[in-house]
């Protein structure tokens, strides 16, 4: 049985959304509760990657690290105007469609368009943004 994804959550990503993930059963660490406060994103990164977490933010900056080549085990972009419950439920999705696929994760992806989340497998182009599907997936 595959390990289930757990995502580490900025300090930008509102506490509800960890509360919401985790009563449907998505396992979640806030960068809070890692007592990571204060912290450059590099460490973050660094902390996540050792860890084995997503990294989930709307901090645009984790997207130039990554694009550096600064490793990592994974990361959700989310654009600022996502609703709590938009986050909740493409999360939900991710955790469900990911799962066990680990090498996916250090490719990253984002919260883009409004279609399916089940059709982001299908739909991946490696090295490729992939607006035609829910979740935009980027090499």
Same mark, same amino acid.
């Given at each position: 049985? !595959? ?8 300090? #930008? ?5 960890? +509360?919401? %993930? /985790? =009563? ?14 204060g912290a450059r994103d590099e460490e973050h990164l660094?902390?996540?990657? /050792?860890?084995?977490? $997503? $990294?989930?933010? #709307? ?10 080549? #600064?490793? #990592? !085990? ?5 654009? /600022?105007?996502?609703?709590?419950? +938009?986050?909740?439920?493409?999360? /939900? ?9 680990? &090498?996916?994760?250090?490719?990253g992806v984002s919260l883009g368009s409004r279609r ?6 299908? =739909?991946?182009?490696?090295?490729? %943004? =992939?607006?035609?599907? &829910?979740l935009l997936v980027f090499g």
């Amino acid at each position: 049985m !595959s390990d289930p994804v757990c995502f580490y959550l900025d300090e #930008h990503i509102p506490s509800a959304v960890a +509360e919401g %993930l /985790r =009563n449907r059963g998505v396992e979640v660490v806030m960068l809070s509760e890692a007592e990571m406060l204060g912290a450059r994103d590099e460490e973050h990164l660094d902390f996540a990657r /050792r860890k084995g977490y $997503v $990294v989930v933010s #709307h901090d645009d900056d984790f997207l130039r690290l990554v694009a550096e080549g #600064h490793s #990592h !085990s994974g990361l959700v972009y989310v654009p /600022r105007e996502r609703s709590i419950g +938009e986050m909740i439920r493409g999360l /939900r999705r991710l955790a469900d469609v990911f799962v066990g696929e680990r &090498d996916d994760w250090s490719r990253g992806v984002s919260l883009g368009s409004r279609r399916r989340a089940t059709d982001t497998k299908q =739909n991946r182009q490696p090295g490729r %943004l =992939n607006s035609t599907a &829910d979740l935009l997936v980027f090499g």
